[in-house]
């Protein structure tokens, strides 16, 4: 019996350039950080990631955020790669406002990459890509969510990311349906630095699956997440970082400084394939970046500690229940942590003589972040899973004494 046409497919997370990556380009070594990527994704017919960072020769970034800048050159390298397919629905695609992204844009189609996602208007970010090979005909769609805190959403008449909304992704995959084979959703979502979605995500992902989507590729936490077969699709929640660098900005309101860490280094490629019917995930790759910011395979025990990360991740997605895991681990970093932390320092004694009226107004803090996580149904309460996604950080339970003059 013959067998079904297929498309081979790759899928990476998040590729960000700045920094030690811009030093690399300058020194003419671009290309050969990406030899083992090139190896990796082989002769696959399409090669998918998150371009999340902005590809200029310079511009002015924002003051009010950190802004990622990569050199150009990374386009075509990219592309020797393998990458053929990247999306811009991030919250960094108008880091260096409308003429960084409209340069990004240029640079990818000069090089012979299909971008999607971001654009001058409403109309070309929501504007699917459609990729055809061996008669299969799959569409791709890249939406950012408003949790990521892009700068703006695209609007009508302004440039920026597709908006990840029910109102405006729902009209645009069932006509995009209509025309393929697959619908495939690359979306920017979640909280950075967890290990599993928000009970909004995985009804957000089950609700596109119910409508017709074959594939959901998510990015944004920088952290490995589970995959989740759901009906006949699959969900990929977070894959991490492909790539990244640290980074060390001084804002006008607070100064940001984040080293690459070992959950910034593990991360996974996906090896799919696509028939008529049916989109298969044939193989997890662990990946290791490098101290040079080489993604390469990871081997050995390194290996077996990614893979069984995502197997842990994707069982408890199969066993449900993240509303009670979620509600737990917020509530123990953001007001259980807080207030054991000040008990355990020193004694009741000390906690009478030190007292200060100010600690009140903490402990009225930590009541009201309870209540929110405990009886709130909005997303947003979610956010108060890291200081770094927070509007304003939570106060310390104790403040610290000056250090007294010699």
Not at 185 to 203: I, K, M, N, R, S
Not at 205 to 234: C, F, N, P, T, W
Not at 299 to 306: D, M, P, S, V
Request: charged fraction near 25%; charge should be negative.
């Amino acid at each position: 019996m013959t067998e079904p046409a297929s498309v081979s497919m790759v899928a990476v997370g998040d590729i960000q350039l700045h920094g030690a990556y811009h030093d690399a380009a300058r020194k003419g070594n671009a290309a050969s950080l990406f030899n083992d990527l090139k190896d990796l994704i082989g002769g696959s017919d399409v090669g998918v990631g998150n371009m999340e960072t902005v590809l200029a020769h310079g511009g002015s970034p924002r003051e009010d955020k950190l802004c990622l800048l990569g050199d150009p050159l990374y386009a075509a390298v990219l592309r020797d790669a393998g990458l053929s397919l990247l999306t811009l629905a991030n919250n960094h695609a108008l880091d260096y406002g409308r003429e960084g992204l409209a340069e990004t844009l240029e640079h990818l189609s000069r090089a012979g990459i299909d971008s999607l996602g971001a654009g001058a208007d409403l109309a070309s970010a929501l504007r699917p890509l459609i990729r055809e090979h061996a008669g299969v005909r799959l569409g791709f769609i890249g939406a950012c969510h408003e949790s990521t805190k892009p700068v703006l959403a695209a609007a009508p008449s302004d440039p920026g990311a597709a908006p990840l909304t029910e109102e405006t992704l729902w009209p645009v995959i069932d006509a995009l349906r209509a025309e393929v084979d697959h619908v495939v959703l690359l979306l920017h979502w979640g909280l950075e630095y967890a290990h599993f979605p928000t009970p909004e995500q995985v009804a957000l992902a089950h609700a596109a699956v119910d409508r017709g989507v074959s594939l959901i590729l998510g990015a944004h936490s920088h952290s490995l997440q589970g995959i989740e077969r759901y009906k006949d699709a699959l969900i990929a929640y977070s894959l991490a970082n492909l790539t990244d660098a640290p980074v060390d900005w001084q804002g006008p309101t607070r100064h940001f400084r984040c080293d690459v860490g070992e959950v910034d280094r593990e991360s996974v490629l996906l090896r799919l394939s696509a028939t008529k019917t049916r989109i298969q995930l044939d193989e997890i790759v662990p990946l290791w970046l490098d101290d040079g910011g080489r993604p390469t395979a990871a081997t050995g025990e390194r290996a077996e500690k990614i893979l069984a990360a995502v197997e842990r991740y994707s069982a408890r997605l199969q066993a449900g229940d993240l509303e009670r895991y979620w509600r737990e681990t917020v509530i123990d970093s953001r007001v259980t942590g807080p207030l054991t932390s000040w008990w355990r320092d020193g004694s009741l004694l000390d906690k009478v003589r030190n007292f200060r009226p100010s600690q009140l107004v903490t402990a009225w803090i930590l009541l009201a972040t309870w209540l929110r996580i405990r009886f709130s149904r909005a997303e947003s309460r979610w956010m108060l899973f890291s200081s770094r996604n927070d509007e304003r950080p939570m106060p310390r339970a104790r403040r610290e004494d000056p250090p007294k003059s010699p």
